[in-house]
């Protein structure tokens, strides 16, 4: 059962979803984003940095080609896109280990291709389509944190 779930008609009602979900994200921890292809993982990574008042150097896009972006300032946060990852010694090159024990929130796109190698009390985002723009969103995991009410 996901702890929290949302269904946001378009984009911009996934960016609301977003802010919700800034306040239930520890500053540390991994998070995992799972979605078929263009299901809106780093659109909605974009939308958490935003939302953590964090100022991306750079905008935020998939790190396909670099594979890892880092922001920070208040929160570091790690963006990290597995796709194109393809050994689990190149998980270690990259040095994933390390990163997973910093004091940072670590965002990571394509995680289940490579889901024994992540700690396992990990969040899970998962977000699949509806009809049209729509989109179902849920937060699973014992280290969300719980919802304040407004
Ligand atoms: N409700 C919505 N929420 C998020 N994105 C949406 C929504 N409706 C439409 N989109 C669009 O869907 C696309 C999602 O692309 P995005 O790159 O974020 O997906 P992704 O899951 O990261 O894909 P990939 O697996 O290739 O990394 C964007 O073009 C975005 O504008
Ligand atoms: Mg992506």
Do not use: C
Not at 128 to 145: F, K, N, S, V, W
Request: hydrophobic share 40%; proline share 7%.
């Amino acid at each position: 059962m996901p702890d929290y779930a949302w269904s946001p008609a378009n984009l911009e009602a996934t960016t609301e979803v977003a802010r919700e979900l800034a306040d239930l994200l520890p500053s540390r921890g991994v998070v995992q984003l799972t979605g078929n292809l263009g299901a809106g993982k780093t659109t909605l990574v974009a939308a958490l940095v935003e939302a953590l008042g964090v100022a991306p150097s750079t905008d935020v896009s998939s790190p396909t080609f670099t594979l890892i972006h880092e922001y920070g300032e208040p929160v570091r946060i790690y963006h990290i896109d597995l796709y194109r990852l393809d050994e689990p010694s190149q998980f270690y090159t990259l040095g994933l280990e390390d990163i997973f024990e910093a004091n940072a929130l670590v965002l990571i796109e394509w995680g289940e291709k490579f889901a024994r190698f992540l700690p396992p009390d990990r969040i899970i985002i998962s977000i699949t389509y509806g009809e049209g723009d729509q989109r179902h969103i849920t937060a699973t995991g014992a280290r969300l944190l719980s919802r304040t009410e407004p």
